[in-house]
């Protein structure tokens, strides 16, 4: 932003200035945090759901 002003660039100064308050209002730490967990809890799940088909393959060779 400093190099646009600088440089007289109002309109993209304008966009910026935009685009960090929209982030600043959308990105909070609760909300990193709460996008981290859901990844966690995806991939949990695709674990359990590979252990559950190891487990009917090993119970199969019995």
């Given at each position: 932003?400093?190099?646009?002003?600088?440089?007289?660039?109002?309109?993209?100064v304008?966009?910026?200035?935009?685009?960090?308050?929209?982030?600043?209002?959308?990105?909070?730490?609760?909300?990193?945090?709460?996008?981290?967990?859901?990844?966690?809890?995806?991939?949990?799940?695709?674990?359990a759901?590979?252990?559950?088909?190891?487990?009917?393959?090993?119970?199969?060779?019995?």
């Amino acid at each position: 932003m400093d190099l646009a002003q600088k440089h007289d660039k109002q309109r993209r100064v304008t966009r910026l200035e935009r685009a960090l308050t929209e982030t600043r209002t959308t990105c909070s730490d609760a909300c990193l945090r709460d996008a981290r967990q859901e990844k966690i809890n995806q991939h949990q799940r695709k674990v359990a759901e590979h252990e559950r088909e190891l487990k009917q393959v090993a119970d199969g060779d019995n």
